[in-house]
Structures are given as structure tokens and as C-alpha cells.
């Protein structure tokens, strides 16, 4: 079992597993006393270098800021995988079977976050000259089918979900990390006017469909709106996954939305 801050007691509180660590998640899950259960799935921005204590994804630092501000016992697995879509989490793979046998552990919240690559991979397809239609037919005919599903799911088992409509970059990083290439830069054969405006186009647009599905959801769905974050150049890698300082700006942003719900 991994512990945050094992070795700071201001820590003890909250205990974060990563995927194939379920069992202990489970046993403790299903021991529940005090505090909340929370599941994490989705994109690298909940996983992207998950090496458990180096808080180099947004649920590593939520996780170190939960621990900090609520003082009670909270659980966290994080099923997360790199280069997921939303449309993926519809599946019947392994992580998303793991996924719905989870929710049935007496969960409290499902962070997710999805639907970046589901419009990145259309986009290749499309620019620049239809960006605006190539984005809504992903968000129409893909990511909101996806979240729909899964708030339908969370919905019949109890469950709060927690997600976000990604940020605007200043720059685009170093593509290095420790002599490690990385991934990007985000669709980096069209020049930085065609790539802004494809990013304000997604983020806008990702922002009206989880408003529109927070009229149905009400509650059950907590919109942490990151879209009004500006993050710089040091906050990004490659300008597609967050370093250390952007993550613990994304994960002040789903800690503000959620706390009073904890």
C-alpha cells in the first residue's frame, strides 16, 4: 500500500493507490469510517509520470492538498492511463471493468479527465481550415456520449464526479524530461495562431457541454473550471502534459470546486 507522506505525519490522512493496487484500496474502501472513497480515471493529466510520491500529475497534488486541508481519512486509486479517451472509458477493457467493479466499493467521487485526446486525434484530420467543425463533431459525436455514460453510471451507484475542461499554455516547454523525449508539442505541424486558436476553441467548447450536462446533473456532476487558468510556459511539458507547478494549479482548481462537498 503506497501512502502519501509516509514520512510527514501531516500526511497519514490520505492514502492514494495507483492501478493494480486495487485489492488494497478495496479492503480499506470497504472499511469506511470516516473520510470519502474516490476513484481517478482518464488521461496523462492524471497519470503522466505516476511514479506515486513525485506529485508530477494533477491527482498526485490533489491527493497532497486533500491531505493538507481536510485532516480526515481519504482514500484515492487512480486508474488513469496515458493517451486515453473519453470514448475508451465506454469500454470494456481492463481498467474500465475495474473501473465500474470499483464504484460499487462504497465510492464517494469519480475524478475524471477526458475528451483532450478524443479532439486532438480529429483535429490532425482537420486543420486549419474546418478547427471549429472538427471540434464540435468530436465533443458532439464522442466526448459527451462518453460523459454521459459514465454520469449515468456514477448517478446510479451514488457516486459525484469531478472533472475539468483543460487550460490554455503560454509556450510550449521543454520536450525532454530526464534525456526522455516526450510527446509533443500539441499538434505541432501547424504554425501558433492555428494552435491557440484550436486550443481556445476546446477548451470553450468542453466548457458549454459540461455546463449544459450540470443542468441535468445538478449536484451529481462538479465542474472544476480550469478554463480561466493561464498557464506558463515552466507549467507545461511539450505543451500537452503539466509539470509539478502546473498540476498543483489544475489541482487547486478541483480541490475549490469539491470542498464543500467534503
Given at each position: 500500500m503506497?501512502?502519501?507522506?509516509?514520512?510527514?505525519?501531516?500526511?497519514?490522512?490520505?492514502?492514494?493507490w495507483c492501478y493494480g493496487e486495487g485489492d488494497d484500496f478495496k479492503r480499506d474502501a470497504q472499511n469506511k469510517n470516516d473520510g470519502h472513497n474516490m476513484l481517478a480515471a482518464g488521461d496523462s493529466w492524471f497519470c503522466y509520470m505516476d511514479l506515486g510520491y513525485a506529485g508530477l500529475n494533477v491527482v498526485e497534488q490533489f491527493s497532497y492538498l486533500l491531505a493538507y486541508k481536510k485532516r480526515i481519512r481519504h482514500r484515492i486509486l487512480n486508474l488513469a492511463v496515458n493517451g486515453s479517451h473519453a470514448t475508451h472509458w465506454q469500454s470494456t477493457g481492463e481498467r474500465v471493468l475495474t473501473l465500474?467493479?470499483?464504484?460499487?466499493?462504497?465510492?464517494?467521487?469519480?475524478?475524471?479527465?477526458?475528451g483532450g485526446n478524443?479532439?486532438?486525434?480529429?483535429?490532425?484530420?482537420?486543420?486549419?481550415?474546418?478547427?471549429?467543425?472538427?471540434?464540435?463533431?468530436?465533443?458532439?459525436?464522442?466526448?459527451?456520449r462518453s460523459y454521459e455514460s459514465l454520469l449515468k453510471l456514477c448517478y446510479d451507484k451514488g457516486v459525484k464526479m469531478v472533472t475539468h475542461c483543460y487550460c490554455f499554455g503560454?509556450?510550449?516547454?521543454?520536450?525532454?524530461?530526464?534525456g526522455i523525449p516526450l510527446a509533443g508539442p500539441?499538434?505541432?505541424?501547424?504554425?501558433?495562431?492555428e494552435k491557440e486558436e484550436a486550443e481556445r476553441l476546446m477548451i470553450e467548447?468542453?466548457?458549454?457541454?459540461?455546463?449544459?450536462?450540470?443542468k441535468d446533473y445538478k449536484d451529481w456532476l462538479i465542474f472544476?473550471?480550469?478554463?480561466?487558468?493561464?498557464?506558463?510556459?515552466?507549467?507545461?511539458?511539450?505543451?500537452?502534459?503539466l509539470t509539478q507547478s502546473g498540476c498543483k494549479k489544475v489541482a487547486k482548481v478541483f480541490y475549490e470546486s469539491m470542498k464543500d462537498h467534503l
Open positions: 503506497l501512502k502519501h507522506g509516509s514520512r510527514n505525519a501531516a500526511f497519514e490522512n490520505v492514502y492514494y465500474r467493479d470499483c464504484l460499487n466499493w462504497d465510492i464517494d467521487f469519480l475524478l475524471f479527465s477526458g478524443d479532439i486532438i486525434d480529429g483535429l490532425e484530420e482537420f486543420l486549419p481550415d474546418d478547427i471549429e467543425v472538427s471540434i464540435r463533431k468530436a465533443i458532439d459525436e464522442e466526448v459527451r503560454e509556450g510550449e516547454g521543454p520536450t525532454t524530461f530526464l500539441w499538434l505541432g505541424e501547424y504554425n501558433k495562431n467548447q468542453m466548457k458549454e457541454m459540461l455546463q449544459d450536462l450540470k472544476a473550471d480550469t478554463s480561466a487558468l493561464k498557464l506558463k510556459k515552466e507549467d507545461f511539458n511539450d505543451q500537452l502534459h
